[in-house]
């Protein structure tokens, strides 16, 4: 927690939000949400929808189990 609260401290959430996401695992060998949007639905970050967006946000919590590839409903 100590941690935690001096990163805050000298970075705002948008930044470790964005450092965050340029090294979870997304999903079979993906690295980053970059990744994920090509792998997935073709094109860089800044041409995703918002359900891409969430699907992608989504992928963080079980990355095999929320596949688009797999389970495109």
Do not use: N, W
């Amino acid at each position: 927690m100590a941690v935690a609260l001096k990163i805050e401290v000298r970075h705002s959430k948008a930044d470790i939000m964005a450092d965050y996401l340029t090294v979870v695992p997304t999903g079979y060998g993906l690295v980053g949400a970059r990744q994920a949007a090509c792998a997935y639905f073709g094109h860089d970050l800044s041409g995703l929808s918002i359900a891409q967006a969430a699907e992608i946000a989504g992928l963080v919590q079980a990355p095999s189990a929320y596949d688009p590839r797999l389970r495109p409903d």
